[in-house]
């Protein structure tokens, strides 16, 4: 009979998982070199697009703060502010601009995928 597996020994232990997601990046720069020579105009774009992706909630996050403190000085202060609704207008704007963003990479990367079917 076998031995019992231990949280040590099972193969899908959470150690095992990072091992494998460590040994993944190892081989990234051998993907990205399959992946640009088959398309590196789309494979250029998915870069481009995953970065922006990734700096939009960083964007939305100093916005945010914005609005914040023109909420709290109107609340010192009231009275009318068109500063505040535009940057309310910037905040939905961006919102927007993240979907957008996650829509085209979706396409990209399936037209890159269809390269390689």
């Not at 704007?93 to 990209?108: H, K, P, Y």
């Amino acid at each position: 009979m076998d031995a019992p597996l231990t949280m040590t020994t099972a193969p899908n232990s959470r150690s095992d998982r990072w091992r494998q997601r460590v040994a993944a990046i190892g081989r990234l720069p051998s993907i990205l070199r399959l992946v640009w020579s088959a398309a590196p105009l789309l494979a250029g774009t998915m870069c481009a697009l995953r970065v922006v992706i990734a700096a939009v909630p960083v964007i939305m996050l100093m916005v945010s703060r914005i609005i914040i403190d023109a909420i709290a000085a109107l609340s010192a202060k009231p009275g009318p502010s068109l500063r505040l609704w535009w940057w309310v207008g910037i905040e939905c704007s961006l919102a927007l601009a993240s979907s957008l963003l996650a829509r085209a990479s979706g396409l990209v990367e399936s037209l890159v995928a269809d390269r390689f079917s």
